[in-house]
């Protein structure tokens, strides 16, 4: 959202500003301000012109609305459709960008690992935030996992108890809520851009996403403030980001998979046993009876319940 109208909003929020005295304050003409608050209105913000000025009486639940009390030195994005946030953040990670996020209400080509499709109905949260990280490619993986810590403790706070599936997923009761794709480009010692997607089926039908072990909020908790949620998302993820020693324990501390009998395949081979521990940039420790086997990516499957 224009940093003009971001401004206009900040006024409003102190309560009901006179016109003029918004101009005075922002240092533009009247009709300026009335073009701002129209383009605002545009945007499903429910701006009143009563006796007393302008009054911000409700904010949208998503849309542009994202960059407004977000905190965080982000500049947001929004499309109401688009393909695919991710390609649209390498795109502009091209074009020599930083701190951008790409948020989207629907995608048309979501992506997921190697390809896969990933559905992605409007009511979801689909989102690419932008990284430029001064760390060697092999840290990237990191990134997914602080992206999985991000969304988790941002779904917790929205009040459901969402869990991490190693490498990438958000899970809720075994089901998968949401997965991450992280892309970059560099070279071995130095990350040139990250690219970390996020896909969250946030207010979705549970029927409009594959059927099969997934859910979604609106499924778990009759939906979310999809606004609040995703700018927790991003203040959580761009936390991290700036302390990278906080992703690992708190990736622990909301693991599912640790304790577990898991199988995983990495593309060559299956490794079957239990997950011991994740260790940095993001891999995972399988004990396998025999000894322990480190995996750096794979499909991850849980067998058991945790200690068994
Ligand atoms: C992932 O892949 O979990 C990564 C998903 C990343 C999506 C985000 S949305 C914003 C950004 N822009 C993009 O284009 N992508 C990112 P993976 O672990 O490979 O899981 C993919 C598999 O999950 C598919 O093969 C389906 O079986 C299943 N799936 C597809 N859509 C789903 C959904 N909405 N919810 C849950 N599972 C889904």
């Known amino acids: ?9 900040e006024a409003l929020t102190e309560g009901p500003v006179a016109g003029p005295a918004l101009a005075d304050r922002l240092g533009v003409s009247r009709a300026a301000v009335w073009k701002h608050v129209e383009a605002l209105r545009e945007a499903g913000f429910d701006i009143a012109g009563g006796e007393n000025g ?3 009486r409700s904010v949208p639940e998503f849309g542009p609305a994202v960059a407004f009390g977000l905190d965080a ?6 499309h109401d459709s688009i393909d695919s946030t991710n390609r649209r953040a390498r795109e502009l990670a091209a074009r020599g960008r930083d701190g951008a996020v790409v948020v989207a209400d629907e995608q048309t080509g979501g992506r997921g690992r190697l390809d896969r499709d990933w559905a992605s109905p409007s009511g979801g949260v689909w989102l690419s ?4 990280p001064t760390v060697p490619a092999a840290h990237a993986p990191v990134y997914t996992l602080a992206a999985a810590v991000a969304t988790t403790r941002a779904v917790r706070e929205a009040g459901v108890e969402a869990n991490i599936k190693w490498p990438n997923d958000v899970i809720v009761g075994g089901r998968k809520l949401a997965g991450i794709l992280t892309e970059m480009e560099g070279e071995a010692d130095r990350v040139d851009w990250l690219v ?3 896909g969250l089926n946030a207010n979705v039908d549970p029927g409009a996403v594959p059927a099969e ?16 949620l995703t700018q927790r998302l991003i203040e959580v993820l761009h936390d991290l980001h700036t302390d990278r020693d906080a992703i690992l324990p708190a990736w622990r ?10 199988r995983v395949e990495t593309g060559d081979r299956t490794v079957e046993g239990r997950a011991v521990d994740v260790e940095y940039p993001g891999t995972l420790d399988v004990d396998t009876g025999d000894s322990v086997v480190t995996v750096a990516a794979g499909d991850c499957e849980h067998l058991r319940p945790a200690g068994g």
Request: glycine share 8%.
């Open 54 to 56: 302008y009054e911000l």
């Open 1 to 9: 959202m224009q940093e003009r109208r971001i401004q206009v909003l």
């Open 213 to 228: 072990n997934t859910t979604s909020l609106h499924a778990e908790c009759g939906g979310v403030d999809r606004r609040v």
């Open 253 to 262: 501390e909301y693991a599912d998979t640790l304790g577990r009998r898991v």
């Open 73 to 78: 030195p982000v500049d947001v994005e929004y």
């Open 129 to 132: 935030v932008l990284l430029r």
């Open 196 to 198: 970390v997607g996020i």
